[in-house]
C-alpha cells in the first residue's frame, strides 16, 4: 500500500504520518511508567518544554485567513517571531505543522493551554510546505512572517477540528543543531459543507455601563439631571466602547441586553443636563452627542430581541448573600424590575421582554435563585462553570431548575469567557476567534444527528478590543454551515435534555473570589436609612414626585452589579445620596427662639417654621411641650398643645400657642416637628418662658402714674394758653409791641408746631421712639374698635422668606 501510495505521488497525509509516530510513543508509555517513578504529567510536559529550549523565541500569530476555511481556499497565516534570549539564533527556519483532528472539546481546552514545544505532542512541520528562512536573528530582535498554503495542501481529512501551529527552528551557540527554539498553536475549524443539524447558538449583546447620575437635580420644573462626572461621554463617542458596541451589534445575530439606567441616564443627557464640578453644577456639553447614540441604537434594536435586566442591573448575589435580612432590601429589586420594561419602551420605543435574571457570572446557589425569582423573573441565566452537566457532549442551555417553576438558561462556560482577556495584542483576539469557532463546531459534532441550543453570555461590560473581537468570531460564523443564530427567548423556549442537570448549586460551591467582591451588608443598611428617610419626607410634600423619583433611581443605582470590585466609590456614591437628602429634610425646620417673658396670667407662644424648600410643604403637625404643667399650660391642656402646618416653598409661618400661666418662675419648653403618623420630623427645639405676674397694686401703680401725667400735660397746657394771651393783649399797644412779638415768635418757636412743608396739624411721628417714661414694656396696646379678634391658634401673615436667625434676647410675649 505504501509503495503504490509513493508510485501515485500522493502519500500519507500529515495527520497519518503523525499518528504513526505517536503509536509508538503510546505503546510504550504504559511500560515506561511501570519502571519509573514518573512526577505528574504537568511538571514532565513544563520540564520537556524548557529542555528543548522551545520559549527561546516567541512566535505570535497577527492574523489567520479566513478564519473557517473551505476547499479551494488559501489559508494565510502572518504574525512575528522575536528572540528573547541573550544569544543570537541562526539558521532559523518558520514553518506550519498541522496536527491530527481532534475528538474532544477538552482536547481543545487542553491544547490552548500548551506553550513550548513537545515532541511526543505535537506535530512535523508541513510537508512541502511554506517556509521562512532566517539567516541570524540577533538577542531581542524580531522580523515578520507571512505563510499561505492551499486548504487541499494542509492534508485535512475529514470536517473537523485540527491545530495548526507556526514553529521556528533553529541554532543558538551552545547548541549548534536544529530543534524548535518557539511555537505558537491555533486552531483551524474544517467543515466545508454544511451539517445536518445546525447548533443553534445565541448570543447575548450587553448594554451596561455603571452608575452616573445623581441623586440631585436643578430647580428648574423639568428637573434637569445633575451627574456626578461626565465620563459617560467618552463611551458614546465615535470609537468609544458604548458606540462601538451599538456600531458591532447592529450587523450581528444577537440579543441585546440592555440596563434601562443606562438609557434613561443617555436619555436624560441628551434633553439636557449638569455636571458637578467641585461645588457647581455647570451645564453638560454633550447633548449632541447623546442624541446620536440613542438614535443610532433605536434603528440597531429593530428586528433583534432586546431583554431589559432590572433597572441599574441589580447585583443579585450581593442582596442574595448580605442584603436579604436588611428589611426592605427586596423591595429595591421589586420597583427595579418594574421599571425596566417601561424605559427600554418609552426610550427605544420598541417591547423588551423583562423576564431574566442575569447574576454576576452567571453564578447561582438556592440564595440567589429565590431573590432573582422574587421580583417577577421566572428565567435566570446560568453559567455552565455553576450549573454542570455531567455528560460527554454539550446538552441544550434550557432546562427546568429546582422546582420546576424557573427555567434556567445555562450559557456555556468556554464559550462565554473566550474574551475576556487582553484582546489589544493582536495575537491573542486572533487566538481567541479561532478557540472559539473551534469549541463551536466541537459541539455540533459531538452529537451531529441532534440538534442544541447553546447560549453565549459575555462579560458584562466589553472593552472596545472586546467587542471588535466578540464581533469577528460571530463574523466567522456567517455562512452558518454549522452553527444556526437564535435568540434568547426562543432559547429559554427549546426543548430540554433529559440528562441535562436541573439541580441548583449548593451555598458552599459559590465561587469564593466572587463572593469577596459583593457588596458589603453595610451597603444595604445605608439604602434603608436613605429609604426611611426619604419616606418619612415625602408625606410632608406638595410634590413629592420631584423627590421620590430621583432619589428611588438613585437607591437602585447603589445596588448595581457595576459596583463588585470597587467599594470605596461605591460607598462614596451612597454617603452622597443620603447626605443631599438629609440637606433637603432639613430644609424644613423650626427657626430658634430666645428665652420668653410671660407677663400676666395668659398670653400667646409664637413658633415660627421655616420652608427653605421649593415646593409647600403640609401634613405636619407643630407640638409644644411645657415641663411644668403646674406652672403653663398650653390651648387649654395639661402642658401639650398641637397645631397643624402648612407652609409655601420659600415661606415661613408662625404658629401661635395660647399660654396660661399660674405661678412666676422659668418654664422650659420644647417645640417639635411631627409627621400626621406621630413620626419626629427634624431636631426639636427649647427654649425658656419667663412667668411673672404683675399685681392689683402693681397695676395701681402704674394708673396713678399715668393720671399724674395727664394732670402735668394739662397744668403745661392751660399755661401756654394764658402766655399766649397775654402776648395778644400787648400786641394792641402799638406797633413796636407787634414787631416785638414777631421777632420773640421767630425766636422761639412753639412746642408741637409742624415741621416745615409739614401738613398742619400733623406732627412728624418719630417711628423709633420710645413709649413715654413710666409705661410698662410688657403691656400690648387693646385691638382697635371693630377689628377681628385673634385667635391663638390663627396662623400668622405669611412673612416671605423669612431670616431664619433666632429671635433677639428679652423677648416678650403678646399677652
Known amino acids: 500500500m505504501a509503495e503504490a501510495a509513493d508510485i501515485q505521488g500522493t502519500g500519507p497525509s500529515p495527520a497519518r504520518r503523525w499518528l504513526r509516530r505517536t503509536l509508538t510513543v503510546a505503546v510504550g508509555a504504559p511500560l515506561l511508567a511501570g519502571l519509573l517513578q514518573m512526577p505528574t504529567l504537568t511538571t514532565t510536559a513544563s520540564a520537556a518544554e524548557n529542555a528543548s529550549g522551545s520559549k527561546t523565541v516567541d512566535v505570535s500569530l497577527a492574523t489567520l485567513s479566513p478564519t473557517a476555511p473551505v476547499d479551494g481556499d488559501t489559508v494565510t497565516v502572518t504574525g512575528t517571531v522575536t528572540n528573547r534570549s541573550k544569544q543570537p539564533v541562526t539558521d532559523a527556519t518558520v514553518d506550519l505543522r498541522v ?25 512535523a512541520p508541513l510537508e512541502d510546505g511554506p517556509t521562512l528562512k532566517i539567516p541570524r536573528l540577533g538577542a531581542g530582535l524580531s522580523t515578520d512572517f507571512s505563510l499561505s498554503v492551499p486548504v487541499s495542501e494542509l492534508g485535512l481529512d475529514d470536517p473537523g477540528v485540527y491545530q495548526l501551529g507556526v514553529s521556528l527552528t533553529g541554532r543558538t551557540p551552545d547548541r549548534r543543531y536544529d530543534r524548535v527554539l518557539g511555537i505558537e498553536r491555533t486552531f483551524l475549524p474544517y467543515q466545508p459543507d454544511p451539517t445536518e443539524k445546525k447548533t443553534q447558538l445565541t448570543y447575548l449583546w450587553p448594554l451596561i455601563s455603571s452608575a452616573h447620575v445623581s441623586a440631585e437635580t436643578a430647580t428648574d420644573d423639568q428637573q434637569t439631571p445633575v451627574f456626578e462626572d461626565d465620563a459617560l461621554a467618552a463611551e458614546l463617542k465615535p470609537g468609544g466602547r458604548l458606540d462601538e458596541l451599538v456600531t458591532l451589534g447592529k450587523d450581528l445575530p444577537v440579543t441585546w441586553v440592555i440596563d434601562p439606567d443606562l438609557l434613561a441616564s443617555v436619555d436624560a443627557m441628551a434633553n439636557g443636563y449638569r455636571v458637578k464640578e467641585g461645588s457647581l453644577h455647570v451645564p453638560g456639553k454633550n447633548q449632541a452627542l447623546a442624541e446620536r447614540w440613542l438614535d443610532a441604537l433605536e434603528k440597531a434594536v429593530q428586528g ?30 421589586q420597583s427595579a424590575t418594574a421599571l425596566a420594561e417601561m424605559t427600554v419602551e418609552t426610550v427605544l420605543h420598541t417591547q423588551a421582554s423583562a423576564d431574566f435574571a442575569w447574576p454576576a457570572d452567571g453564578a447561582v446557589d438556592p440564595s440567589i435563585l429565590s431573590v432573582a425569582t422574587s421580583a417577577g423573573a421566572d428565567k435566570v441565566i446560568a453559567r455552565s462553570d455553576s450549573v454542570r452537566d455531567d455528560l460527554s457532549y454539550t446538552p441544550t442551555a434550557a432546562r427546568p431548575f429546582g422546582d420546576g417553576s424557573t427555567t434556567a438558561v445555562v450559557s456555556d462556560a468556554l464559550l462565554s469567557t473566550a474574551f475576556e482577556g487582553d484582546m489589544l495584542r493582536a495575537e491573542n483576539s486572533t487566538l481567541a476567534v479561532q478557540e472559539f469557532l473551534a469549541q463551536s463546531l466541537a459541539i455540533t459534532l459531538e452529537q451531529p444527528e441532534d440538534q442544541r441550543s447553546i447560549v453565549v453570555a459575555p462579560q458584562r ?14 463574523k466567522g460564523l456567517s455562512a452558518r454551515r454549522w452553527i444556526q443564530p437564535s435568540d434568547l427567548l426562543a432559547a429559554a423556549a427549546a426543548k430540554p435534555d433529559p440528562d441535562a442537570s436541573t439541580k441548583v448549586p449548593g451555598g458552599s460551591r459559590y465561587p469564593k473570589k466572587l463572593r469577596d467582591r459583593e457588596l458589603p451588608v453595610q451597603a444595604f443598611r445605608d439604602m434603608k436609612t436613605t429609604r426611611d428617610e426619604l419616606d418619612d419626607f415625602k408625606v410632608v410634600l406638595t410634590q413629592p414626585d420631584r423627590v421620590v423619583t430621583p432619589f428611588s433611581n438613585a437607591i437602585n443605582r447603589e ?23 438629609q440637606t433637603l429634610t432639613e430644609g424644613v425646620e423650626l427657626v430658634d427662639k430666645s428665652d420668653l417673658t410671660l407677663s400676666g396670667r395668659s398670653a400667646t407662644i409664637p413658633v415660627t417654621v421655616q420652608n427653605k424648600l421649593l415646593q409647600g410643604v403640609d401634613g405636619l403637625v407643630l407640638r409644644l411641650t411645657s415641663s411644668n404643667k403646674s406652672r403653663i399650660k398650653l390651648n387649654g391642656d395639661e402642658g401639650v398643645a398641637e397645631l397643624p402646618v402648612k407652609v409655601n416653598g420659600g415661606h415661613s409661618q408662625s404658629v401661635k400657642f395660647t399660654a396660661t400661666a399660674s405661678v412666676n418662675g422659668q418654664v422650659p419648653m420644647t417645640a417639635q416637628l411631627y409627621t400626621e403618623d406621630g413620626t419626629p420630623y427634624g431636631q426639636p427645639m427649647t427654649f425658656i418662658v419667663k412667668v411673672s405676674e404683675i399685681t392689683a397694686t402693681v397695676m395701681l401703680v402704674i394708673a396713678g402714674g399715668v393720671l399724674l401725667l395727664v394732670l402735668a400735660g394739662v397744668r403745661m397746657y392751660t399755661q401756654r394758653k394764658r402766655v399766649a394771651a397775654r402776648k395778644a393783649e400787648a400786641g394792641t399797644d402799638g406797633p413796636e409791641s407787634g414787631a416785638g412779638a414777631a421777632d420773640a415768635g421767630a425766636a422761639e418757636p412753639e412746642a408741637g408746631s409742624t415741621e416745615p412743608g409739614a401738613d398742619a396739624g400733623s406732627p412728624v411721628p418719630d417711628e423709633g421712639a420710645d413709649p413715654v417714661p413710666g409705661t410698662p414694656a410688657e403691656t400690648v396696646p387693646e385691638q382697635a374698635a371693630g377689628d377681628e379678634p385673634e385667635q391663638p391658634s390663627d396662623p400668622g401673615p405669611d412673612t416671605g422668606s423669612e431670616s431664619g436667625d433666632p429671635s433677639g434676647p428679652g423677648e416678650k410675649v403678646d399677652r
Not at 491530527?100 to 487542553?110: G, K, V
Not at 461590560?461 to 464581533?471: D, F, H, I, N
Open 461 to 474: 461590560v466589553p472593552s472596545v478590543s472586546q467587542a471588535r473581537t466578540m464581533a469577528t468570531a460571530l
Open 99 to 123: 496536527g491530527p483532528r481532534m475528538t474532544s472539546r477538552s482536547e481543545i481546552d487542553q491544547v490552548a493551554q500548551r506553550t513550548g514545544y513537545r515532541d511526543d505532542s505535537d506535530p
Open 559 to 581: 445596588m448595581s452589579t457595576s459596583w463588585r470590585g470597587q467599594a470605596r466609590a461605591a460607598a462614596l456614591y451612597r454617603i452622597n445620596v443620603l447626605e443631599y437628602l
Open 304 to 333: 433583534h430581541k432586546v431583554v431589559a435586566l432590572p433597572f441599574a442591573d441589580p447585583d443579585l448575589a450581593s442582596l442574595a448573600h448580605r442584603g436579604k435580612d436588611v428589611p426592605g432590601s427586596l423591595e429595591h429589586l
